[in-house]
């Protein structure tokens, strides 16, 4: 029999077989949802959505924090036509804003990518980017590695997430657009048997 960790254990990435952008911050969910709001100028913030229908609004974001995690995640809620519209510059932004570490994580089993930004205090401390068929990109201003000693970018950016505490889980919402009125529970194929107390809160921030 296969054991779940529980998920205060869980650490890593659960799967790179996906298209993934997120904003991970290190600080409670408060502080994260307020902060991304002022620096969206949002006019929806709603907390603690957990189980509840939200409209989703022409920017939408999903926030959410595991119980026992000090990270907080941030992933924009795809909508058709799908946009993205944060990235690095959010991490700059809330890592100077909360003077703590802010990483955006992206991956695509579709175009072959995976990467990372990472700050500490608004300052570049380091990045990944790999691409198939092209070399590795990767500085670092916190440890002495190079590239070349890099000889899986994958492995690589899960062994980093797992040394900073941080837990990425397959997380979807299909088919989401603008006005329709859904459920955001976060949901995947090992988070739909989570329930309200997994979770120290999941909040909503919409720009219209």
Not at 74 to 96: C, H, M, R, W
Not at 118 to 124: L, M, P, S, V
């Amino acid at each position: 029999m296969v054991k779940i960790m529980s998920i205060e254990q869980r650490r890593g990435i659960e799967t790179i077989d996906r298209n993934q952008n997120l904003l991970l911050v290190r600080a409670p969910i408060e502080s994260v949802a307020e902060k991304l709001s002022r620096a969206r100028r949002a006019d929806v913030w709603e907390r603690d959505i957990y189980d509840r229908e939200i409209e989703i609004t022409a920017e939408s974001y999903i926030i959410f924090q595991f119980r026992g995690h000090p990270w907080t995640i941030v992933e924009q809620v795809k909508y058709q036509p799908y946009q993205l519209v944060f990235g690095e510059g959010d991490a700059i932004t809330l890592s100077n804003f909360l003077s703590t570490r802010a990483i955006y994580y992206k991956c695509s089993d579709t175009c072959g990518y995976i990467g990372y930004n990472c700050y500490d205090g608004g300052a570049f401390a380091e990045m990944l980017y790999f691409e198939a068929e092209m070399d590795l990109l990767f500085l670092s201003d916190f440890r002495e590695v190079k590239a070349e000693d890099i000889d899986s970018a994958f492995r690589f950016t899960y062994a980093f997430m797992e040394e900073q505490d941080i837990y990425i889980p397959y997380v979807y919402y299909e088919n989401v657009r603008a006005g329709d009125r859904i459920n955001l529970r976060p949901k995947g194929p090992t988070l739909d048997d989570l329930v309200r107390s997994d979770f120290e809160r999941v909040d909503y921030v919409g720009i219209s």
